[in-house]
């Protein structure tokens, strides 16, 4: 009989574990905040209210990067540590180096194409493969404010314009358009990003206009030229192995809150997006809006190099032609 009744109590046990809410930990970067133009910690926002709302599952968010830098919640996350975070393509590109095709400058003329490319098959083929490699799976992909612009000490209108300048970027891809328009890259860290234009330590940099505005840029930088050279994207990733041993409901649950999150941000983002660029030129900042002949400038000298160098440090070099091709197939 005692036997039986402990028997008993385990299985009660177990089953009640079985039936515990899963709890899903997200580590983003910025603080938390009340802006409806918040199109990251908004999207993890969303993306909690509809899980909470529609399952057991519970979402905490920790925010302000408490977690650690982006690298390391990246890696947390691929450890089951954490289930997700806010990390962009370049914290991928360390873990998954094909992401950073995606980065080719000058490869999307417009958020249209990004979305046309990565909703369809190759984001689909790339998802899978990054799944199978590194342990995240991709429920979407995201924007932190649509296309990369340089900004600068002095007015850019032309490649001649980049001559000479200090500019801050990150990552060897931003790194080469800047050296082949005759400018000098600095990896400065974000964080001392508005100290070092500020100083003259460096005299341009690159981030979305969102970002720009966001951390005050038009403070220390009075010219932004819209050479939207690069696009802004992260992926909405999971831990696989924590998806996969979810049931089928919920599953179900968590790809349709990661749908609605991600079309959240894909609208706020351009809503941000025309905010800041308001917001610069109200500030003082000048506003440079270069027309197609110029970028198709800036892309005949940014986007050669760059080809080669992903050819030569990308898992699979000929991805590089076939995404390109893709994109000006879907183009035409």
């Known amino acids: 009989m005692k036997k039986q009744i402990v028997l008993g109590l385990i299985a009660g046990l177990m089953a009640v574990s ?8 997200i580590g983003v970067a910025l603080p938390k905040s009340d802006r409806p ?6 999207m993890y926002e969303r993306f909690e209210q509809e899980v909470e709302a529609n ?32 990390s962009a393509d370049g914290n991928y590109a360390t873990i998954f180096p094909d992401i950073q095709i995606l980065n080719l400058p000058y490869l999307f003329a417009n958020d249209g194409e990004v979305w046309t ?54 990552g060897p891809l931003a790194t080469i358009p800047v050296e082949a328009l005759g400018a000098s890259p600095a990896p400065i860290s974000f ?26 840029l038009y403070e220390v930088q009075k010219h932004l030229s819209l050479t939207s050279h690069s696009f802004a994207l992260g992926a909405f990733g999971i831990n696989d192995a924590f998806y996969s041993g979810l049931d ?51 892309k005949a000298i940014a986007q050669p190099p760059a080809i ?15 995404i390109v091709k893709a994109v000006e197939e879907a183009r035409n």
Request: no cysteine.
């Open 55 to 86: 399952s057991d599952m519970t979402v905490e968010i920790s925010y302000g990067g408490a977690l650690g830098a982006p690298n390391e919640r990246l890696n947390q996350m691929r450890r089951g540590v954490i289930q997700m975070s806010d």
């Open 18 to 25: 079985g039936a515990m809410a899963q709890e899903i930990r």
């Open 248 to 298: 089928a409901d919920k599953k179900k649950v968590i790809d349709e809150a990661a749908a609605k999150a991600i079309a959240f941000n894909r609208e706020a983002s351009l809503n941000a997006l025309a905010s800041a660029l308001k917001t610069a030129g109200d500030n003082g900042t000048e506003v440079i809006d270069l027309d197609q002949a110029a970028r198709d400038a800036f």
């Open 191 to 216: 964080a001392e990003l508005y100290t070092a234009l500020r100083t003259g330590v460096v005299d341009g940099q690159d981030n979305a206009a969102p970002v720009f505005v966001l951390v005050k």
């Open 308 to 322: 080669e160098w992903l050819k030569e440090n990308v898992d699979t070099p000929e991805r590089v032609d076939a």
């Open 117 to 170: 490319l990565l909703d369809g098959p190759v984001g689909d083929e790339l998802a899978e493969d990054m799944r199978a490699k590194t342990g995240i799976r991709v429920l979407g992909w995201w924007t932190s404010g649509s296309f990369k612009q340089y900004s600068a000490n002095k007015p850019i209108r032309t490649p001649d314009d980049m001559k000479g300048l200090k500019m801050r970027v990150l």
């Open 37 to 42: 133009d918040d199109f990251i910690n908004g």
